[in-house]
């Protein structure tokens, strides 16, 4: 399986920082992708899991510049997220799991925003099933029956929104991808300052 550590909680994360909440940020963008943002986002908030497996690595904004705005920024979180889910299925890959289609479920599925970006940077098909939102309590609960029971197939929801990739901005993404998977090494070697708080100096 693949484990990303900060996925919804990126953005949750960047509308505290932002000062908007999802629903706001999420406004001044477009409901489909038309072009990666010029900005970067690594959303290794609390280290990444796959497939880097590194605890201590973390996040960051990159190419900002003078003529950047908090959509560029909040585009560039749904997109970082989109690529670490990327790697993630590359990881799968590599194990001889090739995955055709998938189902969208969490918080993040409320975005077509979102679920496009995906469906583009993971170059499938994507299904937003009914009540996705609650998805993740579904999963663990068929996890739980296929532990009690011993099944291990499940019928695919037949309902629900698909968003399928675009073969030009799918391939917009494969190069964006590209040039954001060289970000970690560069992130990986900042050193970490301490997690002290800055004091006030007129206490």
Do not use: K
Request: with cysteine; proline share 6%.
């Amino acid at each position: 399986m693949g484990v990303l550590l900060s996925a919804a909680a990126s953005l949750s994360w960047w509308c505290g920082q932002a000062g908007g909440d999802e629903a706001q940020l999420l406004a001044e963008l477009p409901t489909a992708a038309g072009a990666p943002s010029p900005c970067w986002f690594v959303p290794y908030l609390s280290g990444e899991r796959t497939p880097h497996n590194d605890a201590d690595v973390r996040g960051a904004f990159l190419q900002l510049g003078a003529g950047t705005t908090r959509a560029m920024m909040t585009q560039a979180v749904l997109e970082g997220v989109a690529y670490a889910f990327r790697d993630a299925r590359d990881a799968l890959a590599s194990a001889g799991t090739r995955i055709t289609a998938a189902d969208v479920v969490g918080g993040g599925a409320r975005s077509d925003l979102w679920c496009d970006v995906l469906a583009n940077v993971l170059n499938l098909p994507l299904r937003r099933i009914e009540g996705a939102a609650h998805g993740p309590a579904l999963g663990a609960a068929r996890l739980g029956q296929a532990a009690c029971s011993g099944t291990h197939r499940f019928p695919r929801p037949t309902d629900g929104r698909i968003f399928a990739p675009r073969a030009a901005l799918a391939q917009r993404y494969d190069d964006a991808h590209a040039r954001w998977s060289s970000l970690y090494p560069l992130v990986r070697q900042v050193p970490r300052i301490g997690t002290e708080s800055i004091e006030d100096p007129a206490a």
